[in-house]
């Protein structure tokens, strides 16, 4: 289990709870202050970010993806942001 | 020329189930042209904690602390973050209006601006500098005394939003988490420089009827509509009680996160 949390530099805070499989992301939980909308779009992005391997620019680019399809837009944080977060988490506790 | 008209609801003391069904109902109603733009004011009773749609419960609430004073705990359908709702110390606020108002962008930083300038003009009636601060937030001379959260659906933006009255710190760290217990009094000691209220501002005690007041006209001027005081639907009750018990009070809602 790694647990991270982010602070956007002028935005919110950012948390991810994660589970390892392999060098991939296991099970994932994303919270934190941040503004998503569409809100119901968190659980689709937690379930597609599943299974991904922990690399930072891939991360972010799918993110974007789930959002672009989604027609949906952040506040507070970004695709990037979030990838930063699952990093730091994917570094805790080995 | 016509002056556009919004309805004006003032709820009063409710719990936090029902303050926040209704805000949803309210949308729900919105959304199916059954009632016109509203504001609404309300407070709470008993005094409650609200989270962010996508904050964990056990992370941001002490929700032993919570029981032990009688203090609610939820969960908004509006993202940001924890707010502690104090029933003496707090004015809330909701508005829900079609998406295709003139007010309405499509960007959300740019419709919190034009939202929030409500409460800035209204604070500014009674006296008080106040200034809209990204994201989401109203700031006195760069202390926070209203923040703001906003969600969008059914091409209905739904905005709520405190306006402190008074501030109660030592509360507010009781029934927030802390990152430690070492560090309680130092952040209650903090939020004298960080958060203000209106009574602060103004050295007096301001009531909320005389808040609300200066509230509705803030609205009114700065959206350049009329605020009539009007009544709830059936409808929105029935649906407020419904969303009240099944959702905002489930603990499936509370701690899906």
């Known amino acids: ?94 | 020329m016509m002056i556009e008209e919004w309805r004006l609801l003032d709820t009063g003391l409710r719990d936090a189930f029902y303050n926040m069904a209704l805000d949803e109902a309210i949308a729900i109603a919105r959304s199916k042209n059954l009632v016109p733009d509203t504001l609404r004011f309300f407070r709470w009773e008993p005094s409650a904690v609200s989270i962010g749609y996508f904050q964990s419960m056990e992370e941001e609430v002490d929700t032993a602390a919570c029981d032990e004073r009688g203090v609610s705990y939820i969960r908004r359908r509006t993202g940001g973050g924890a707010v502690y709702h104090d029933r003496d110390g707090e004015l809330t606020y909701s508005l829900m209006a079609n998406q295709e108002h003139r007010l309405i962008s499509r960007d959300f930083q740019e419709t919190y601006k034009v939202l929030c300038s409500g409460v800035v003009l209204g604070l500014s009636l009674l006296g008080i500098a106040a200034d809209f601060k990204p994201i989401n937030d109203i700031v006195v001379g760069g202390r926070k005394i209203s923040g703001n959260a906003q969600t969008r659906g059914m091409n209905v933006v739904h905005q709520h939003g405190t306006i402190l009255r008074e501030v109660d710190p030592s509360t507010m760290f009781r029934v927030l988490k802390v990152p430690n217990e070492k560090i309680r009094d130092k952040l209650i000691g903090s939020v004298e420089e960080r958060v203000t209220s209106v009574n602060t501002v103004l050295g007096r005690e301001v009531g909320f009827k005389e808040l609300k007041e200066a509230l509705i006209h803030g609205f009114q001027d700065a959206f350049r509509i009329t605020l009539v005081q009007g009544d709830l639907l059936r409808f929105e009750e029935r649906l407020a009680a419904k969303l009240g018990k099944e959702k905002y009070a489930s603990e499936g809602w509370n701690f899906r996160r």
């Open chain 1, 1 to 94: 289990m790694g647990r991270a949390e982010y602070k956007v530099e002028g935005g919110k805070l950012v948390k991810v709870q994660l589970s390892k499989r392999e060098n991939a992301i296991g099970e994932i939980r994303i919270t934190g202050d941040f503004f998503l909308h569409p809100e119901e779009l968190i659980e689709e992005l937690e379930n597609k970010l599943e299974g991904r391997p922990f690399h930072e620019k891939d991360l972010a680019e799918h993110i974007k993806d789930v959002m672009e399809k989604n027609e949906a837009s952040m506040l507070g944080a970004s695709p990037e942001d979030f990838a930063r977060c699952i990093m730091l988490a994917s570094e805790d506790d080995d």
